[in-house]
């Protein structure tokens, strides 16, 4: 079963539309909790991460993310849009494998378009 | 600071050929990794290490193999490549974010990607 799940695939907005990514996981236990976008032919580059506390984290670029821990979600947002972010994103989880050491696993990644 | 740098960049390899892809970092990281990233696959863990001289399997290690003989490298083999092997390839290092808290985030390099025929 897939450990990091991205629900959409593809996300197509215009301009000045707000966005949510939805990211589950299925970890027990302590897990840190990543967002990452890679801009076309681009590497990875961290938006935002959360460790504890605030369970609201913002993030750069205006990105923010809320961790619920009862669902085992950490949703990317972003109240408006612009071309610029047009990019995929990735959710990632970092846990204690079985080998007692820690693994940093990712979702299949959500392409973002965005219409000017 | 480069920060994390793979070499090469490109290769083209025939099928049964090896290889060793080099990963170098420069920020003193205890973590590294290896991913490969295909189309509507994500990124996939190949393998790991935590520190100088130890190395652990991923998700997807057959066909690779790693070593971290120096903290600051971590180079991973293709002993026959073969199609399959056709991807991108990420090294990514980092950081202990605190007493028992496990790696922060992780910094990526340019990535190599290798055509296998």
């Known amino acids: 079963a897939q450990s990091v799940s991205q629900h959409n695939h593809h996300v197509i907005l215009s301009e000045a539309a707000s966005l949510e990514l939805g990211c589950n996981y299925s970890?027990?236990?302590?897990?840190?909790l990543f967002w990452y976008v890679q801009y076309p032919g681009q590497h990875l580059q961290l938006l935002l991460k959360y460790f504890s506390g605030d369970p609201l984290v913002k993030g750069i670029k205006g990105f923010e993310a809320e961790f619920i821990k009862s669902k085992f979600s950490f949703n990317l947002r972003k109240p408006s849009v612009q071309w610029s972010d047009t990019a995929e994103y990735f959710c990632a989880v970092n846990r204690l494998s079985g080998a007692g050491s820690y693994q940093l696993t990712f979702g299949k990644g959500t392409k973002l378009s965005v219409i000017p | 600071n480069a920060g994390v740098t793979q070499t090469p960049k490109f290769r083209v390899l025939k099928t049964g050929q090896s290889m060793t892809l080099l990963c170098a970092q420069d920020?003193?990281?205890?973590?590294m990794y290896w991913y490969r990233q295909d189309p509507g696959m994500g990124l996939r863990l190949i393998h790991y290490?935590?520190?100088?001289?130890?190395?652990a399997k991923g998700e997807v290690p057959d066909g690779y193999n790693v070593s971290r003989l120096k903290k600051q490298n971590f180079l991973l083999g293709l002993e026959s490549a073969a199609p399959s092997q056709t991807s991108v390839y990420f090294c990514a290092s980092s950081y202990p974010a605190g007493k028992g808290a496990g790696p922060s985030e992780a910094f990526f390099g340019q990535g190599t990607r290798l055509t296998v025929v």
């Open positions: 970890y027990g236990g302590t897990v840190n």
């Open positions: 290490s935590v520190g100088e001289g130890t190395t």
């Open positions: 920020m003193n990281h205890e973590y």
